[in-house]
């Protein structure tokens, strides 16, 4: 009986023991921790997103854009690729119209990233939508989404899954706007002209090697990259106005004979 009942009382104790193991771990995830977990995940992105930012503050002094104008770049347009292009397209005396054109397809696949967040953010109030979506970018979206798909299955996250979010992006957004600035202050020690006939082209593949990783997206990088290489004499930076929209309708068009297959061997499976 004493020992059963000191093996009870043990086994309680034990029990009691395990507990705090668990509670606060639940208990741990507030805002202040996911915002922190944002911001530590994003460092070691800016070793590769400050220089990035130093050489596009750089770019825009070397084109001739004011000082001024390119920190609101920074700020309003805040997408790296849109805005080196669009600053290419400015040093080119582009029309404005094209100027405009051509970055809205740049940043087209940011309404792809907003569709893949949409279902894990639909809670938010309409304000913090906006300010997210503004935030939105390469970067962000890569961590956020990995954040978001290794926390799936445990609901302790839900609640404050935004603050995350903002913590990441805000860190970037920070990020990038220093940087400008700096490069905007250290443009003349580069030589004129050299960085932007090359960064554009780089900013291009950056954004293609990614895209390897399934088979549309290797489609719409093999397409896009023939279709620059093919039109780059064209005049305004047309060649890549031109190989965006053909790699965008490569990929869809991949995507959707993918997903016909899949229809197709469904309707052959035998049913019992």
Do not use: M
């Given at each position: 009986m004493n020992t059963a009942g000191h093996t009870d009382s043990a086994t309680n104790a034990a029990a009691g023991d395990e507990q705090p193991e668990h509670t606060p771990a639940l208990q741990a995830v507030t805002k202040r921790s996911e915002f922190s977990s944002g911001v530590r995940a994003q460092l070691p992105m800016l070793l590769a997103v400050f220089p990035f930012g130093l050489i596009f503050g750089a770019v825009a002094r070397d084109a001739g854009l004011p000082p001024l104008a390119a920190l609101a770049t920074s700020s309003v347009i805040f997408a790296g690729s849109a805005q080196f292009v669009a600053v290419s397209l400015y040093r080119d005396l582009t029309p404005a119209a094209v100027m405009v054109l051509t970055t809205f397809v740049v940043n087209l696949r940011h309404a792809l990233y907003s569709a893949s967040l949409a279902q894990q953010l639909r809670h938010l109030r309409p304000r913090w939508k906006w300010l997210l979506a503004y935030l939105l970018t390469d970067e962000a979206y890569a961590v956020v989404i990995t954040h978001y798909n290794a926390t799936a299955r445990q609901p302790q996250y839900y609640a404050h899954r935004h603050w995350y979010f903002f913590g990441?992006?805000?860190?970037?957004?920070?990020?990038?706007?220093?940087?400008?600035?700096?490069?905007?202050?250290?443009?003349?020690?580069?030589?004129?002209?050299?960085?932007?006939?090359?960064?554009?082209?780089?900013?291009?593949?950056?954004?293609?090697?990614?895209?390897?990783?399934?088979?549309?997206?290797?489609?719409?990088?093999?397409?896009?990259?023939?279709?620059?290489?093919?039109?780059?004499?064209?005049?305004?930076?047309?060649?890549?106005?031109?190989?965006?929209?053909?790699?965008?309708?490569?990929?869809?068009?991949?995507?959707?004979?993918?997903?016909?297959?899949?229809?197709?061997?469904?309707?052959?499976?035998?049913?019992?």
């Open positions: 990441t992006a805000i860190t970037l957004w920070c990020s990038w706007q220093l940087s400008t600035a700096l490069g905007i202050l250290a443009g003349g020690q580069i030589p004129a002209g050299l960085l932007l006939d090359f960064v554009v082209p780089l900013t291009f593949i950056a954004l293609l090697v990614p895209a390897l990783a399934d088979r549309a997206g290797g489609a719409a990088a093999l397409v896009a990259g023939g279709v620059a290489a093919a039109g780059a004499a064209l005049p305004y930076k047309l060649g890549l106005f031109a190989a965006a929209l053909a790699g965008i309708a490569a990929g869809v068009l991949v995507e959707n004979l993918q997903a016909r297959a899949v229809r197709s061997r469904a309707d052959v499976v035998p049913h019992d």
